[in-house]
């Protein structure tokens, strides 16, 4: 007779051990990916991170970009009328919602004096009683340079300072240019540009797009900007003060409360939403989506903003990230920066009594 064949028995639970192993494993290359290590010349946080530090030096507890703040405190209250649009808590008709703010200017030296760039930013975070958050970063331009963290990255570099002069390379500057044409619509408006005298007289550009999604489940690409209820102020940055920008602000609020719609603006179909280079054309349809108020400021190395990373994709249900690569390259890079300077001010003289902040925000 044949000799029976009995199937032989495998280990009982030799597939939960396979999957036990494979688990660390893919974390391990996870991990391995993110750091850059299986892939040296892939761009990475800590590499954007380090071109900033390389080009204006380290400054122990200060954030690598927008280095230079003021915090401000307010609240922000709905019209309602983007609440069509959005089912975010605080767009609902009558919501005031408080706002912990940052104004600044771009750039990682915390000394540079206000006249040294023509752009000032905006950053808010918007707390929603039901524990919501959301954050915004914003600058006082209609365009980003570039469309990529690659080409920001390139741009970085090509801006780094010759050590023999202190100043970047003109001819690398203007090689990055030419083999950047999408940086054409911001150059056109650099070259009229101008330092403006106030923070309160600026407009604020969310440049990135995003995305709302009413209660009726349907989803509108959109940008923002904040629309000034300030006077234009025409006059010149004085030429004596470094850091006029903070007196200004104090010496207006001790007069009153500042204003600024938050003008929403609806894409048509066929809009970039994935090019911070390409503004949309005037005539889409916008939202009063409501009045910023900020009532008081306060110095940024014991403000509320002090320990905030506004991060631009925390964002509360009804808003999320559109498919722009500059959102999770800007989350990276500010949860990079953030890591640093609260490490680094553990160690600071003077700092023993505050509190630790070495762990990253929870999310809300």
Known sequence: MPESRTPKK????????????????????AFAYV?????PQRLTPKRLVDQFEANAGVHPGYR??????????GYFESSGQAAPYSMAQVFASGQRTPVVGRFAIPGSNPYAPDSSVPIRSMALRFTQANGQQWRTGMNSMPVFPVATPQAFYAQLQAQQPDPATGKPDPKKVAAFFAAHPETAAFRAWAKTAKPSASFATESYWSLDAFVF??????????????????????????????????????QRLSHGPLRWKLVVTLANPGDPTDDATRAWPTDRPTVDAG???????QAQDSG???????????LPSGIQPSDDPLLPARSAAYADSYLRRTSEEAHLPGTASLPAKAQPEARP
């Open 213 to 250: 999604t009413g209660s009726d489940g349907l989803r509108h690409a959109v940008r923002w900007r904040m629309v000034p209820q300030s006077a234009d102020d025409d006059s010149a940055a004085p030429a004596d003060d470094a850091d006029y920008l903070a007196a200004d602000l104090r």
């Open 64 to 73: 690598r970009n927008h280095a230079k703040g003021v915090c401000v405190a």
């Open 10 to 29: 495998r280990p009982r639970h030799l597939g939960a051990w396979v999957l036990i192993a494979a688990v660390p494993a893919a974390c391990a290359l």
């Open 35 to 39: 750091g850059g290590w299986l892939a």
């Open 304 to 314: 509320p903003c002090r320990d905030i990373n506004y991060d631009p994709t925390v």
């Open 291 to 297: 009045t910023l108020v900020v009532d008081s400021e």
